[in-house]
């Protein structure tokens, strides 16, 4: 076990072949790294507590491609900050205090509102609760703007006839936008049910109000080429966020969420918590993909890729200077802004008259040209479907002609099989191989001029 000043050169050391290594610290005993064949680097503390010897974490060092001017990971910290750390964990222990052990939890008010039943089921973190959804933000939202009326009504008095006018309300103003309401108000209940706050849920057995069909629509390459234009005219952040939406076929949430420490070098890691199923995966980035990346502004301390700026908040509540900026939102009124650029796009090479006014177009002309040149029925998320599909197209990849299963680990779709449990393969040659050529279709298609291959790995 050698021992060594822990800074930068002594935590950059090359990994083992195989296993792991573990360097110790000269100036504070009980200190050490580990570095892992995998390359992984982890600071922890050595000590006995209570006459038995335990190891715990202290935090890990950054990816090797990480300076020391780009934002961290809430669990990466550089040799010295993981030192100071050290210093007070060893502290704790030598009193024995173990610094894993979770503190006493203090008495709990029991949630009787909605809202606060609500609040606590998305503080939990079990299979049961909210604390893990990865829709967790959105369903907040929900909480707090369409059943806003129940914040403060006590859970017990809110009745079935009470559920189906929330959600017949909402069904009249987004059909799809009822469903998910009130799948998510019966999880609530159900939570409160089991933790006996309530006899009963009034949302069971309550029928979706909306007649749902799984869609199949796929964009043409015009028409791609169309929404590539569109977003080229948006600019930052949904401009560039829906061309790595067309390059990547990753989920809307997935990229609008990106932070720079997942970006490795030409691949951009998804990490588990991040991904549906809870399984990340990589994704190679073409060229097209790093260099709309490496031009992305970085907006004061925010690790976000996309963000608008703006600090998080929940709405009624004073924005904390201290909060993070959030990720963007705002995604209905970003489409029509979309919807509509298209379709301006189109009527001006047209030459529609009804752009020609000073003043423009007035709302009847608005609607009339998002009818006449807009494209029709679609979604951000059929932009991954119409990926996937021209992937496996002949005529559009020719020769570079994606498989079904590569296909399939793109997009980071579930296997069924047994299969699945003794092929480990990854597949990454093959999923940078295909969204490598893709990438190429997509600069024929659009006209763009062709990246230096080497700059973009650079």
Request: glycine fraction near 6%; proline fraction near 8%.
């Amino acid at each position: 076990m050698p021992k060594v000043t822990l800074n930068d050169k002594a935590a950059r050391r090359p990994a083992p072949e195989s296993g792991q290594v573990e360097v110790w610290d000269k100036l504070l005993p009980g200190f050490g790294l580990r570095i892992a064949a995998g390359g992984s680097r982890t600071y922890f503390v050595f000590k006995r507590v209570n006459k038995k010897l335990i190891r715990r974490t202290v935090g890990k060092h950054p990816a090797l491609h990480v300076t020391r001017d780009d934002p961290l990971a809430p669990d990466e910290c550089w040799p010295e900050q993981a030192r100071k750390k050290a210093q007070g964990m060893l502290a704790d222990m030598a009193r024995g205090v173990d610094p894993a052990a979770p503190p006493k939890p203090a008495a709990a008010k029991t949630p009787k509102t909605f809202g606060e039943v609500a609040d606590a089921y998305f503080k939990d973190p079990s299979k049961r609760g909210g604390g893990g959804l990865r829709s967790r933000g959105e369903l907040e939202r929900k909480v707090r703007v369409d059943l806003a009326a129940w914040k403060d009504r006590p859970i017990a008095e809110i009745t079935r006839a009470d559920v189906r006018a929330v959600i017949n309300a909402k069904h009249a103003v987004s059909p799809v936008s009822a469903n998910r309401l009130l799948a998510l108000v019966r999880r609530v209940f159900r939570w409160a049910v089991r933790d006996e706050l309530i006899p009963a849920n009034p949302a069971m057995d309550i029928d979706p109000p909306a007649q749902e069909e799984e869609r199949d629509r796929v964009l043409s390459l015009s028409e791609l080429a169309r929404v590539w234009a569109g977003a080229e005219a948006m600019g930052y952040p949904y401009g560039p966020l829906i061309k790595l939406l067309i390059l990547t076929a990753q989920r809307r949430t997935e990229v609008a969420e990106l932070v720079r420490s997942e970006i490795e070098g030409t691949a951009w890691r998804l990490p588990d918590s991040r991904a549906k199923r809870g399984k990340g995966h990589l994704i190679p980035l073409s060229p097209r993909a790093v260099a709309i990346i490496k031009e992305l502004p970085k907006l004061g301390d925010s690790p976000l890729l996309f963000t608008t700026g703006k600090r998080a908040a929940k709405k009624g509540e004073k924005v904390d200077p201290k909060a993070p900026p959030a990720p963007v939102s705002g995604w209905s009124r970003m489409k029509d802004r979309l919807d509509w650029i298209i379709a301006e796009q189109a009527a001006q090479a047209a030459d529609d008259p009804a752009l020609k006014s000073e003043s423009g177009p007035t709302k009847e002309e608005r609607a009339e040209i998002l009818t006449k040149y807009g494209l029709p029925d679609w979604t951000l998320h059929d932009l991954r479907r119409s990926v996937a599909t021209h992937l496996r197209d002949a005529d559009v990849m020719g020769a570079a002609r994606a498989d079904r299963l590569t296909v399939s680990k793109i997009l980071n779709h579930a296997e069924g099989g047994m299969t699945r449990l003794y092929d480990r393969y990854s597949s990454d040659p093959e999923k940078r191989k295909a969204l490598e050529a893709w990438a190429l279709v997509i600069e024929r298609l659009c006209g763009l001029n062709v990246i230096d291959l080497s700059k973009a790995k650079a």
